[in-house]
């Protein structure tokens, strides 16, 4: 069992960045491919990004391609969403989820954290 909890989260301008923190419980952490979703209000969840096993591999939705960063660190067992030139569209919870397969599908992640809220003005 991996537990996820999310921080880093918060109330920003449109232009600014964030960083977003997944800390990850359990010793096989670097078993999993990690994932980052968001979900508005009224919306499906969507994928945001997706990163492999050890981190050589990334993907990201076409709306974030160029501004947003995810890595990790399995030594902390840690994933990163650097999140830079921020816009309105942006906001909504941000969920961290940790799966077996690298793919940016939800159904493919076992483990999600609670979401930390990102709320982007103009």
């Known amino acids: 069992q991996v537990q996820l909890v999310e921080s880093g989260g918060g109330l920003v301008q449109a232009g600014d960045s964030l960083r977003l923190s997944c800390a990850a419980s359990?010793?096989?952490?670097?078993?999993?491919?990690m994932g980052w979703f968001r979900q508005a209000p009224g919306k499906e969840r969507e994928p945001v990004a997706t990163?492999?096993?050890?981190?050589?591999?990334?993907l990201y939705t076409d709306s974030v391609k160029g501004r947003f960063t995810m890595s990790r660190d399995n030594a902390k067992n840690t994933v990163y969403l650097q999140m830079n030139s921020l816009k309105p569209e942006d906001t909504a919870v941000y969920y961290c989820?940790?799966?077996?397969?690298?793919?940016?599908?939800?159904?493919?992640?076992?483990?999600w954290g609670q979401g930390t809220q990102v709320t982007v003005s103009s």
């Open positions: 989820a940790g799966g077996r397969l690298f793919s940016q599908n939800k159904a493919d992640f076992r483990f």
């Open positions: 359990g010793r096989t952490f670097s078993s999993y491919a």
């Open positions: 990163i492999s096993w050890i981190g050589n591999y990334t």
